[in-house]
C-alpha cells in the first residue's frame, strides 16, 4: 500500500498559536486544516501540537501508512532518536508521537525545507491570525479565470442576450 504523505507546521507568537496540516491520499485526494489554538506555546510545542493532531486526525481516517514531512529539525530528529530531548515538555510530546506512531503500520518521517511545506505553514499562520474568533470554518475558493476574462465573457453573453429577434 502506498503511504498518504502528511504536511504539518505549527506557528506561534507571544499571542497567537496555529497549526496546519495538508493530509495527501496515494490517489491526490488533499485535505487541509488551519486550527485556532487557545493554549500559549513555543514554536517547539506548536510544531509538536501540529504533528500530533495530525497523527490523530490520520488515525481517526484509518490510515494505517503514512509519510510525515516537516519542516522542524528538531522535532524530525526527536522522532528519528537521532537527537535527545533535553526538556521535560519535549519528552512528554515525543512520547505521545511515539505511541501514535505506533498505531501505524507504516510510518516514516522526514525534514523538508520551510518552502516545500508552504501550505501547512500558510494554513498555520491562518489559525493563529483567527485564534480567539469565532469563526467555525473558512471556506477556500477556487477560481479558474481572471476577472478580465470573466468580465469579458459575462459583456458577451449580455451582447448576445440583448439581440432583438422580434418580428415588426
Given amino acids: 500500500m502506498e503511504p498518504w504523505s502528511l504536511y504539518t507546521y505549527g506557528a506561534s507568537n507571544q499571542n497567537e498559536i496555529g497549526l496546519g ?4 491520499s496515494p490517489h491526490g485526494d488533499i ?14 510545542e506548536s510544531e509538536y501540537e501540529a504533528l500530533i493532531i495530525g497523527l490523530t486526525t490520520a488515525i481517526d481516517l484509518k490510515i494505517t501508512h503514512i509519510s510525515v ?23 512528554e510530546y515525543l512520547e505521545i508521537v511515539k505511541q501514535l506512531q505506533g ?4 510510518f516514516t518521517i522526514h525534514q523538508v525545507p520551510r518552502e ?9 499562520a491562518l489559525g493563529a491570525v483567527f485564534s480567539h474568533r469565532n ?9 479558474l479565470n481572471s476577472a478580465r476574462i470573466r468580465w469579458k465573457t459575462e459583456q458577451k453573453a449580455l451582447e448576445v442576450g440583448n439581440v432583438d429577434t422580434s418580428e415588426d
Avoid: W
Fill in 69 to 91: 514531512y516537516c519542516d522542524s529539525l528538531l522535532i524530525v530528529n526527536h522522532v528519528k532518536g537521532t537527537y535527545e530531548s533535553k526538556d521535560e515538555k519535549m519528552d
Fill in 31 to 44: 485535505m487541509v486544516y488551519s486550527i485556532c489554538c487557545e493554549f500559549k506555546a513555543t514554536n517547539n
Fill in 135 to 143: 469563526l467555525s470554518s473558512i471556506p477556500v475558493i477556487h477560481i
Fill in 103 to 106: 498505531r501505524f503500520d507504516d
Fill in 116 to 124: 516545500l511545506n508552504s501550505q501547512a505553514n500558510a494554513l498555520a
Fill in 21 to 24: 496540516l495538508v493530509l495527501k
